[in-house]
């Protein structure tokens, strides 16, 4: 009598950026069987280190990687999206900065650099948070607030147009640790991808989450505090942001207030989309919108091996996001759902037959 | 009189994946009557009701207006052959007007004549007694007025039958009687009336005829008169009631008293701010009973702490308790299932086993998930001990029919062994089955020694499980009926407030 | 008594209400510009200027008012305004003439409007990520048309963009003696002409009280007999024909093409939609509120550059403080009105059938 879903059943969700990955693989094998070969060499300081398409789709992806993590738990919880999380990355690298600049650049300065910006980046979840559940503004109204002047606020803190930091430490963080041949914002995500892990086997957010994002009075009357899972959700995402913000200074050795992470939040939302969770909230698999974030990459890195100029990749990926979503549109399953049921039909037909 | 058949129905079928949900029914409406369509959940009622207003397409069957056979695929297309139908949840748009709400999607012109609109609005309203003006936002009337006013439209698209799905179950009686009286209005125009609800007493009090369903098979078609509410009963059931009366003499049997369980003086909430005393005792089983909005639910609110707590004291096993918050509430041993179960109840997408295992996860805290294996263990042990159908514990709750969701949240509550249950509305648009399942439970739970507070719409439901009635009138209590002063009368006058 | 409840006024309607916050809060802070820094806000001139810069963004927010009162969103009206400008400059400057660029601006946006349309009202995909797909799309094609800026040298349309209405009765005594009259651009006719327009629609077609009915609640409005895919397809085919007009207007205001032209618009215009009292949640909201929006997102920023801020932050973190401001105050004065807060749109949760 009881039955188990299968594996397949469970994970039905992740077969979309799965199989959009696979055919963007399958494309660039027959396009560049060479694409995907993997080498180790020696880079400019003397580390050996892995390099090759695949590593640089991974590596590229990182920032975007961590940002879809926080935005599909603040999807989940408030049935809406942050478009702000650009702009408080670029408050959190400043402020990542603005402390590194103070002194001399020692682990103790980047540890304290860090916590500090993570601290900055949760007091601004917060205030995003407080709008959409306090105040139950849209969150994607609530958060145009810091959307339209976070960025001029990144820049405030620094003061300057690009201020640059240069060390060894912010190299291992940014590029290579010498010894590790996997860059190290890799490492980061997959530090991150754990530390998920253990928060929802752990600790019951993700329960909480999902029953705060399907109906909050009823979560609310079971005891669940509504209203601060909203703004915990926030939170997380303004860590997420905050360490995005730092592999991004890292990575580039400056911060540039107008261009650090421009319109991620856009790929955000759409790596959330992509990985099978409903933008209206609820149930969500963190898993779907990481492999959503490596689909965008791999189509961005695609486009580049294929030498589409930079700033044209854009309607490229338009294009791609149109097809995916189409396919994956309720319409166009229920089209596939009826020709399927007809095979069948048929079949069952042809068998009474025999 | 007016006894020309006005809509037939023949050998109507409709099967879902799995599902045969009608088989070979057959319906006819007479015009100028009201015919009560009656079934359990899952009789096949709903879909049959889907099927005459289009918005499912029937396997086979025919659907014919005064004789003359349509085809029905749109809502639009019952529309245009006369068939309107009026939803338990509002259709209509709450940002527009009362006027518009009546016109629009009708006129085929290019341009809104805001004018005529509002005058014929007016004219309508005025003839049918509705109480609301043609320029009010829709949203800032009540409920039942907006029922009415989507009556209203029906009636003067010269609809020729009007379906009312469960049109009474959010209205309180004065609302019913006003709803009625629009019900004899209409049919003393020629309207059939299709409807649909669970209340049995309001079936009697307006109905010309009744058709059972069963298991999507047609019963019989019956004339009021000719059938006692009791025959009713175990024709929707499909067996012979063990009479259903007859478990209320156990009931007040275990009335007996132990000690004060939970204790409330001059407590007040948010939604219920007059200050009310309250207790009940181990192994008790009370009420709270008055009109709709006398403020029965608000007071259960206020002790479970649903609302702002505003003021009072509350003591429970003798030591006093702070209770502000639901949490509190539930930490204290006390469980509340509320009345809305669409909107306070269940979490629609999560599992059954999640929505089961939630309130005992809540009141473990954050840190402490209770791990899958447990769960499992829990859910399993409460589908068996209230025979929950689902398919599996993976099931997401919202594909269960109401009286099995219902179960759910019981044993979600169940499951964190409340000293103190307060069961508001739990048999509310829930088959008759599973209703005497229900009272079945809470006399059982409170021979186990829990305190449970009962509160139903239904006197006759509360007459036969709890052992003290407190009344309630315009947001205060006016009487508490214990012993032999509980009886369907008294408690009519307590309420009325002829008793004194 | 029923003849005496007729005749009483009736409280304003939620659209009513924000209407006029929003129109009152425009004229204090006007007044209060007059009071405290003079000069150029006494003189009609300030208003005309106003208009003249942002004669494009009224448009283009006409068209995201009329998608957000239909419970939808375009994000994609900014990539197609900057895509007209640039391929009717280089239309213009490879020998095109100005009907034909007309043409040619009111095909692109038609277009975009078509595809969007069907896509969300036919296949049932959600309007952010579709729009987003338009945006993106749109922004590259606009770098594929051309990556270099390019300045219109048709001598016609030169005439056309320097061609000033003047209005002598509402101009100015310059300290020589001289009557300086009020100029205003041609496009701030247009403008004009589409908030007189869509107000129309709005109010007196069918087709306008379809589209709020539809946001009210998509779902009510299927049952009372509206054909819901068909009025949120021309809403979206409004929208990007509004954004096509949008982008010739800002042509003839600048007279150049740029690949970063109208950056940031689809955001101006959902906050002047905000501003002027569109809520998100659909089914509320009033298109002359939009352009007091607009005139509102206008003055705050005279009154920074009049009163001395020159840092560019300062602008963009007022207009941040001052659409805060407004969410806020919208939020609380509905949820005092009994409404409870906001609902989820439609596209983000509602499902439609049928």
């Given at each position: 009598?009881k ?5 397949f ?99 103790v ?9 993570c ?34 606020i ?46 929802f086997?752990f ?26 899972i ?5 939170m ?7 360490v ?59 486009l580049?091996?294929?030498?589409v ?35 069948k039909?048929?079949?069952?037909d ?5 | 009189?007016q006894?020309?058949?006005v ?13 045969r949900?009608?088989h070979?029914v057959d ?20 879909t ?5 207003t ?31 139908t ?47 003006r043609p ?36 209205l ?42 069963r ?5 019989g ?14 024709k929707?059931?499909?067996k ?9 003499v ?8 132990g ?10 909430s948010?939604a ?12 008790e ?13 608000e ?21 006093s308790v702070?209770?502000?918050k ?20 269940i979490?629609?997408?999560?599992s ?7 309130a005992?996860?809540?009141m ?9 294996a ?29 009286g ?12 964190t ?81 002829g008793?004194? | ?11 304003l309607?939620?659209?009513?209400l ?44 006409c ?37 034909t ?14 595809v969007?349309?069907y ?16 945006m ?7 770098t594929?048309?051309s ?10 349309f030169?005439a ?6 003047e ?6 005594t310059a300290?020589?003696?001289?009557l ?23 109010r ?17 409005a ?69 352009f007091?929006g ?7 920023k ?18 941040g403080?001052?659409?805060c ?5 919208q939020?609380?004065?509905?949820s ?19």
């Open positions: 009598m039955k188990k879903n299968g594996f059943a469970r994970n039905a969700q992740l077969i979309v950026p799965l199989l959009s990955i696979l055919a963007l693989i399958v494309f660039n094998l027959f396009r560049d069987p060479s694409f995907f070969s993997i080498s180790l060499s020696v880079n400019n300081s003397g580390n050996t280190v892995l390099t090759g398409n695949l590593i640089s789709i991974l590596n590229g992806a990182s920032e975007l990687a961590v940002l879809a993590m926080g935005m599909t738990l603040v999807t989940a919880a408030s049935g809406g999206q942050d478009i702000s999380v650009g702009a408080l990355a670029a408050i959190a690298g400043s402020v990542f900065v603005k402390v590194l600049r103070a002194g001399e650049i020692t682990p300065t980047v540890v304290v650099a860090f916590l500090l910006c601290v900055v980046a949760m007091i601004f979840g917060v205030f995003n948070g407080t709008l959409v559940a306090v105040f139950k503004i849209q969150p994607m109204i609530a958060t145009l607030v810091l959307y339209t002047c976070g960025r001029s990144a820049y405030w803190i620094n003061g300057g147009a690009s201020p640059t930091v240069a060390s060894p430490i912010l190299t291992a963080i940014g590029s290579f640790i010498p010894g590790v041949p996997i860059p190290t914002p890799i490492l980061i995500v997959a530090l991150c991808g754990v530390i998920f892990a253990l928060v086997r600790t019951t957010l993700r329960l909480y989450t999902q029953a705060v994002g399907i109906n909050q009075r009823a979560a609310r009357l079971n005891g669940i505090n509504a209203v601060g909203k703004i915990l959700a926030f997380i995402l303004g860590i997420c942001c905050a995005s913000g730092c592999i991004a200074v890292a990575r580039l050795g400056y911060l540039n207030h107008e261009t650090v992470l421009l319109e991620i939040e856009m790929d955000a939302i759409l790596a959330v989309a992509i990985g099978g969770n409903a933008l209206g909230g609820g149930r969500f698999k963190m898993a779907g919108s990481v492999l959503g974030a490596y689909a965008i990459q791999t189509l961005t890195t695609t580049y091996a294929m030498r100029p930079s700033t044209a990749v854009k309607s490229y990926k338009a294009i791609v996001i149109i097809l995916i979503v189409v396919i994956g549109s309720p319409m166009v399953k229920e089209a596939f759902g009826r020709m399927v049921g007809r095979i039909a048929a079949r069952a042809g068998k009474e037959a025999a | 009189m006894n020309d058949v809509l037939t129905m023949r050998g109507i079928c409709k099967s879902f994946p799995g599902v949900a009608l070979n319906f006819t409406l007479r015009s100028g009557e009201v015919h009560a369509l009656m079934g359990e959940n899952g009789a096949g009622k709903s049959l009701i889907k099927v005459l289009g918005v499912y397409g029937k396997d086979a069957g025919q659907i014919a207006i005064e004789g003359k056979e349509v085809a029905i695929r749109s809502p639009q297309d019952a529309q245009a052959s006369g068939i309107s009026v939803y338990q949840e509002i259709t209509l748009c709450p940002n527009l007007t009362v006027a518009e709400n009546m016109f629009i999607g009708r006129d085929k012109s290019a341009l809104v004549p805001w004018k005529e609109m509002e005058r014929k609005a007016g004219e309508l309203l005025r003839s049918l007694d509705i109480p609301a320029k009010q936002q829709l949203s800032s009337c009540s409920l039942a007025v907006q029922q009415m006013i989507a009556i209203a439209r029906a009636v003067d698209q010269h609809c020729k039958v009007l379906v009312l799905d469960e049109p009474t179950s959010s309180d009686d004065n609302e019913v009687a006003m709803l009625f009286k629009l019900m004899r209005d209409l049919k003393s125009r020629g309207v059939g009336i299709v409807f649909v609800t669970h209340f049995l007493g309001q079936v009697y009090e307006i109905s010309d005829r009744i058709t059972v369903l298991n999507g098979e047609l019963v078609e019956y004339k009021v008169e000719e059938l006692p509410q009791l025959d009713l009963v175990s929707m059931m499909g012979e009631l063990d009479d259903l009366s007859a478990i209320s156990s009931g007040k049997e275990t009335g007996a008293k000690e004060t369980v939970y204790e409330a003086k001059g407590l007040s948010a219920c701010p007059n200050p009310f005393d309250f207790h009940i005792a181990k192994g089983v009370n009420g709270f009973t008055g009109l709709l909005g006398s403020g029965r639910s007071s259960v609110r206020a002790i479970f702490g649903a609302d702002r707590v505003t003021g009072g004291s509350v003591t429970m096993n003798g030591q702070k209770v502000q639901p949490i509190d509430a539930m930490r204290k041993g006390i469980a509340y299932l509320s009345e809305d179960r669409k909107d306070d109840g979490i629609a997408d999560l059954v086993r999640e929505n089961i295992i939630l005992l996860q809540v473990k805290g954050f840190g402490k998930p209770i791990s899958q447990d769960a499992e263990a829990f859910a399993d042990e409460y589908i068996k001990a209230l025979e929950i159908k689902t398919a599996s514990t993976d099931t997401p709750i919202k594909s269960l029919s109401g099995n969701q219902q179960k759910v949240i019981l044993a979600r509550w169940l499951l062994h409340p000293q103190y249950l307060i069961l508001d509305e739990p048999t509310r648009g829930i088959d008759v089955g599973t209703k005497t399942e229900i009272q079945r439970l809470v006399l059982k739970l409170s021979s186990e020694g829990m305190s449970v507070t009962f509160i139903s719409s239904e006197i006759e439901e509360m007459l036969r499980t709890c052992s003290r009635l407190i009344v309630m009138r315009d947001r205060h209590i006016v009487g508490e009926l214990t012993g032999d002063a509980l009886t369907q009368d008294n408690v009519m006058r307590t309420i009325a407030g008793g004194n | 008594m029923a003849g005496k409840t007729i005749k009483r006024r009736e409280p309607t939620d659209t009513q924000l209407l006029t916050i929003t129109i009152c809060i425009f004229a204090v802070m006007y007044a209060a510009a007059m009071a405290i820094w003079g000069g150029g806000f006494l003189r009609w001139q300030q208003v005309f200027d106003m208009l003249n810069n942002n004669a494009s963004l009224i448009i283009v927010a068209s995201l008012t009329i998608v957000m009162i239909g419970g939808g969103i375009d994000i994609s009206v900014g990539g197609v305004t900057s895509l007209v400008v640039m391929s009717c400059v280089v239309h213009l400057n490879g020998g095109g003439s100005i009907p660029s007309i043409l040619m601006a009111l095909a692109i946006g038609l277009c975009f409007g078509l969007h349309g896509l969300i009202a036919y296949l049932e995909i959600q309007p952010f990520i579709i729009t987003l797909a338009g993106f799309f749109a922004r590259g094609m606009t594929i048309v990556l270099e800026p390019q300045n219109v040298a048709h001598e016609g030169q056309l963009m320097n061609r000033k209405i209005i002598p009765f509402l101009g100015y300290k020589n003696g001289n300086i009259p009020a100029r205003m651009e041609l496009g701030v006719v247009v403008a004009l002409a589409i908030v007189a327009l869509v107000y129309i629609m709005l007196f077609t069918r087709l306008g009280r379809n589209i709020y009915a539809l946001g009210g609640n998509s779902q009510s299927l049952m009372l007999g509206i054909n819901v895919r068909r009025t949120r397809f021309i809403s979206y085919v409004l929208s990007g024909l509004l954004a096509g007009i949008g982008g010739y207007v800002f042509m003839m205001h600048t007279g150049a093409g740029n690949a970063s032209n109208a950056a940031g618009a689809e955001m101006n215009a959902i906050a002047s939609s905000i501003i002027g009292g569109t809520l998100l949640t659909g089914g509320v909201g009033n298109v002359i509120g939009t007091f607009v005139m509102t997102l206008a003055t705050i005279s009154i920074v550059t009049t009163s001395g801020l020159r840092e560019p932050w300062w602008q963009s973190i007022t207009t403080a001052m659409l401001f407004f969410i806020l105050l939020s609380v004065v509905l005092r009105r009994g409404k409870g807060g906001l609902k989820r749109p439609a596209w983000l949760g509602g499902k439609i059938k049928g």
